[in-house]
């Protein structure tokens, strides 16, 4: 079993940055791929990136690929999301998800996952 609990989102000016956090509690974190959905209330949810158990893989949706840096701590069983160059389309609510070791970016395969956290960017 995982918690998963994000924090770090808010409200931010366009062309800004954001960096969220999911705090994991459970005694595996290291065992899991860790993945960032987002999802806009009119739209449905967008993989935003994952990170393999290990942090030497990363992904990332193509949407955000140049602004985006997924990073873990499996020693604090965090995971962060860092995005760059903040647009009004980047307002969502963002959901960390965990998979046990599987690499994928369906969000259907994924078990474990965080309450969201809403970031907001004003134009």
């Known amino acids: 079993q995982v918690q998963l609990v994000e924090s770090g989102g808010g409200f931010v000016q366009a062309g800004g940055s954001v960096k969220l956090s999911c705090a994991a509690l459970?005694?595996?974190?290291?065992?899991?791929?860790m993945c960032w959905f987002r999802q806009a209330s009119w739209k449905e949810r967008e993989f935003v990136g994952y990170?393999?158990?290990?942090?030497?893989?990363?992904y990332y949706g193509s949407s955000v690929k140049a602004r985006l840096t997924i990073s873990r701590d499996n020693a604090k069983s965090t995971v962060l999301l860092q995005m760059n160059t903040l647009k009004p389309e980047d307002t969502a609510v963002y959901y960390c998800?965990?998979?046990?070791?599987?690499?994928?970016?369906?969000?259907?395969?994924?078990?474990?996952w965080g309450q969201g956290t809403q970031v907001t960017v004003s134009s």
């Open positions: 998800a965990a998979a046990k070791y599987y690499l994928t970016a369906k969000a259907n395969e994924y078990d474990y």
């Open positions: 459970g005694r595996t974190f290291s065992s899991y791929t």
């Open positions: 990170i393999s158990y290990s942090g030497s893989r990363t």
